[in-house]
């Protein structure tokens, strides 16, 4: 019996590079005992309704876009209560999720290691009841996912968010956060706060792949303090400049699976490069093995020049 895929594109993601290659993905996918429905997003949250109402009709299902749009459709998935298989296509401006899946920039190629891929849980996470892919996070860098206008990201791509995140450095202020980890308390003034599940933090930082394991039921939270004084401010840019953050209290990085936090309403917060309205008590839980992708097989990293580097820190 001949299968059958649907594929939701949204055809505004990234540089649009994606869209001129609609026809060979589905040539490719018939070739392969596919029957292809494509369905186009037209506005935000159609990739979820889409995924809720059809998955059950389908084999598989595969997003072409960027990480708010896996994210969508991810969410679509598990609302609709249906195991079935997600492939990803990535075509946005920083696909941070997608460099955590080591995915190629290639379309095509990605559209035939759906075909020839593995299938793999992967786990999602709940932002008080609010599915995401792959990270909350709050403070420095993050509002240029979401603020950035598209037409500037269809441009600059990657570089739109390193722009928009230093031009956002120079009007931080600090923002103070209790966040209880497995019933460990962390507790301060923060410029940069993430719980996530992924090797790429905004677009900016990067965190050694071996300490994150999108399967394992558990989230990283990377806190950076804000400084209080010119020592601190020296000491917190020198550890980013050597990469070094086993020799700081500036960095907590922790795993988890379950957070409480206390914060203010007026905090505001990124899911996966959306923007998502803060709240006094916010819980985060990982929702293991949420739903099953087909990925292909493994290849080298490939290291961004513009990522600083986050290594393992003991200390709490």
Request: hydrophobic share 40%.
């Amino acid at each position: 019996m001949e299968k059958k895929v649907l594929i939701i594109m949204n055809p505004r993601s990234g540089t649009m590079r994606a869209n001129k290659y609609l026809t060979d993905i589905s040539e490719l996918f018939v070739r392969n005992g596919y029957m292809p429905s494509v369905l186009i997003t037209t506005g935000r949250g159609d990739g979820t309704a889409y995924a809720k109402k059809y998955a059950a009709d389908f084999d598989l299902l595969v997003a072409i876009g960027g990480d708010g749009t896996f994210n969508e459709v991810a969410a679509g998935i598990v609302e609709s209560g249906v195991r079935v298989p997600l492939g990803y296509i990535p075509a946005g401006s920083t696909n941070d999720f997608a460099n955590s899946l080591n995915l190629s920039k290639d379309v095509i190629l990605n559209a035939k290691g759906i075909l020839s891929g593995r299938r793999q849980s992967i786990d999602l996470g709940s932002f008080n009841g609010r599915t995401f892919s792959y990270i909350a996070s709050f403070g420095a860098f993050t509002k240029a996912s979401y603020a950035t206008p598209q037409s500037i990201k269809n441009i600059l791509g990657h570089a739109a968010y390193v722009l928009a995140g230093v031009k956002e450095v120079a009007n931080l202020k600090p923002i103070h956060m209790a966040i209880e980890a497995d019933g460990t308390l962390y507790e301060g003034d923060y410029l940069l706060g993430a719980i996530s599940n992924c090797t790429s933090v905004a677009g900016v930082l990067t965190i050694r792949s071996e300490y994150v394991d999108l399967n394992d039921g558990m989230f990283e939270l990377l806190l950076i303090k804000s400084p209080k004084d010119p020592l601190e401010m020296a000491e917190l840019l020198l550890m980013l400049q050597q990469q070094n953050f086993y020799d700081t209290n500036m960095i907590t990085f922790v795993n988890a699976r379950e957070f409480h936090i206390r914060a203010g309403s007026d905090v505001d917060w990124t899911l996966d490069g959306e923007f998502q309205e803060g709240a006094e008590e916010i819980v985060i839980r990982n929702l293991e093995g949420a739903i099953d992708m087909l990925l292909p097989e493994k290849r080298e990293p490939v290291l961004d020049p513009f990522h600083i580097e986050v290594t393992w820190n003991t200390r709490k």
